[in-house]
């Protein structure tokens, strides 16, 4: 692979697999457009040169804002091959981070996807010293510059004046600045050079299980490194991309696209397990019982172990009963899907193995560009409830606070005006300080149990990793969202948004009338349901662990209502904060009860 620059991916593509489909986008209410790899690496000239007319050069910033479609592709290649550095946001984020990025980054020039993003960053420049004219929409919006008329812009350029400004762009330059929203604080603008998300494409590139005749379906958002990343080793593996219209779409479009891989994160599988399961309990009769006979010899499926004889039959047989139909409703032609930014419930990876859907959970920061280990392809190179090997030219060395260093070509040059920061995270050694707890298993798997900085103390001065004890709680499906509490408390507490749709369910059957979701967490027999449900989940916990008190909130925590990441990481501290009365109360009733039992 002798990528060594970003945009390099499209003459090797060119010269190695060109492709009549190297990126297909669906235009609204549409069918898939492809653009070939010609017509890519054509186009991304064309942004090459309109950049330049407009006074652009090496060493700007330009934002690109937008859900996943070929334009973002295109705005990205276009940017690196005059040296110039992309910054890449999630469309949810607010007015107030826009504009704060907007200004440390020095941002420039703006690409946009729409209407809605396109007022929200006007909004955001108001004040700024961004020209209107730098700002372009992918989709035609009244009042704004096409994307299509910096196209033009181009074509009154030469194609061979971008040569001398490719040649000058080196490995090591900064190739994007991707602002990492975190559960705390302002976000921190992470550099990454050319060589850095490269180097782990070629580190990884053994584990890829596909190839030149393969389609991949993409829907995680691409200012994600994680989805960049992977988009950059698809296209030097000859696999063409195909865009998901949005996430509401996923299920057609997988059936249309036929893909042989996506990638995702937990919950977007969790979702996918939960909907599966549901129309399980829809089943009657035989059809119902064969549904979770196939179910239940799933979820005591084990990469690592050979079940024997008897089990393998008769998971060949579910195989064809049962499993064949998940593998239509996922395009039929699925072979693996690949899971990061988050922790995956193990039973998940368990299932979709058994349904011959290889899951590879991985494990990164955007800091590393991102990938350190990964489960492979192969039973023996993927081990359930771990991350991974690592991969290849990757040092990791456990630290004796059990901290996850790692060092490779991969660690990022450091954060965007903020030397301390960068300090603090990269040792002098060149170390990375992962913020992750950790461990090796069979002297191969890297497995986490923890984030560092979550780890709380309680009053009696125990440990707590409050990672561990969610995720467990989470398999249970009528649990959506749980958070942990506890710190300088006496013993750990937990705030619980259930899975309503599950519950209305329950409710039903249970003779609980039907009600809003507020009335229900209220609902006596629906407390006692969610505290009998601890109780069965805190056996796995040592005496100190256990969750001695729960409630129930009636919303969930979303991106919008500041109490998620866009990657879907809770925000600690925010929903600490919104909740505060509530968690007051539980640690007050659990003082108030021995003296009330006492009384009694």
Not at 193 to 221: M, W
Not at 502 to 524: P, T
Not at 546 to 558: G, I, R, S, Y
């Amino acid at each position: 692979m002798d990528a060594r620059r970003s945009f390099d991916i499209l003459a090797h593509q060119l010269e190695k697999f060109p492709k009549p489909d190297a990126l297909a986008g669906k235009p609204h209410g549409g069918t898939y457009a492809p653009l070939s790899s010609q017509q890519v690496q054509d186009q991304a000239n064309l942004v090459s040169l309109g950049l330049l007319k407009l006074g652009l050069q090496r060493g700007d910033k330009v934002a690109i804002i937008s859900l996943n479609r070929p334009e973002w592709l295109l705005a990205d290649f276009g940017i690196a091959q005059i040296g110039a550095t992309s910054v890449p946001m999630y469309p949810s984020i607010t007015v107030e981070d826009y504009k704060y990025i907007f200004t440390d980054a020095g941002v420039r020039a703006v690409f946009v996807s729409d209407k809605h993003l396109f007022d929200k960053v006007k909004e955001a420049t108001a004040d700024l010293d961004i020209p209107a004219e730098n700002i372009f929409t992918f989709d035609k919006v009244a009042g704004a510059r096409p994307f299509s008329e910096l196209l033009a812009l181009g074509q009154a350029g030469n194609p061979a004046d971008l040569e001398p400004l490719k040649a000058a762009v080196q490995p090591d330059d900064l190739l994007t600045l991707i602002y990492t929203s975190g559960t705390t604080g302002q976000p921190k603008g992470v550099m990454l050079s050319h060589d850095n998300i490269l180097s782990n494409c070629r580190n990884s590139s053994t584990a890829v299980p596909v190839g030149k005749d393969d389609k991949a379906l993409s829907f995680l958002p691409l200012c994600h490194i994680f989805e960049r990343m992977v988009t950059y080793l698809y296209m030097l593996h000859g696999v063409s991309i195909y865009y998901a219209e949005s996430m509401e779409t996923i299920a057609d479009n997988l059936r249309e696209v036929q893909p042989s891989i996506f990638t995702t994160v937990p919950r977007l599988l969790e979702k996918v397990y939960d909907r599966i399961v549901a129309r399980g309990h829809e089943q009657t009769g035989i059809k119902h019982k064969l549904f979770f006979w196939a179910l239940d010899l799933g979820l005591k499926y084990d990469t690592q172990k050979d079940q024997g004889f008897f089990y393998n039959t008769e998971l060949a047989l579910a195989n064809k009963l049962i499993f064949n139909k998940w593998r239509e409703a996922l395009g039929g032609k699925l072979r693996c899907i690949v899971s990061g930014g988050g922790a995956l419930q193990p039973r998940l990876a368990r299932v979709f193995w058994a349904a011959g859907i290889r899951v590879m959970e991985g494990y990164g920061l955007t800091e590393t560009s991102p990938v350190i280990a990964v489960n492979g392809y192969e039973k023996q190179d993927n081990m359930i409830g771990a991350v991974g090997p690592l991969i290849e030219n990757m040092e990791v060395k456990i630290a004796p606070d059990g901290e996850i260093l790692t060092r490779s070509s991969s660690v990022m040059k450091g954060y965007y005006n903020r030397p301390d920061l960068t300090a603090e995270a990269i040792d002098q050694d060149g170390w990375f300080h992962t913020g992750d707890i950790g461990e090796f298993v069979n002297g191969k798997f890297l497995k986490i149990t923890d984030r560092k900085k979550e780890m709380f103390k309680t009053s009696g001065g125990k440990y707590i990793a409050p990672q561990v004890i969610e995720n467990k709680m989470k398999e249970d499906p009528l649990i959506e969202q749980l958070m942990v509490v506890g710190a300088d408390r006496k013993f750990p507490a937990a705030l619980i948004v259930p899975a309503f749709d599950e519950l209305k369910k329950w409710a039903s059957q249970n003779g609980v009338a039907a009600k809003s979701n507020a009335e229900l967490v209220k609902d006596e027999k629906v407390v006692k349901l969610y505290h009998d449900l601890v109780k069965k989940y805190n056996q796995g916990f040592a005496q100190w662990e256990q969750v001695k008190k729960e409630a129930l909130l009636p919303e969930h925590w979303t991106v919008e209502s500041g109490e998620m990441t866009p990657t879907m990481k809770v925000k600690r501290k925010v929903i600490t904060e919104n909740n505060q009365q509530l968690i007051d109360e539980l640690y007050e009733r659990a003082e108030r009860e021995p003296h009330e039992r006492q009384a009694h």
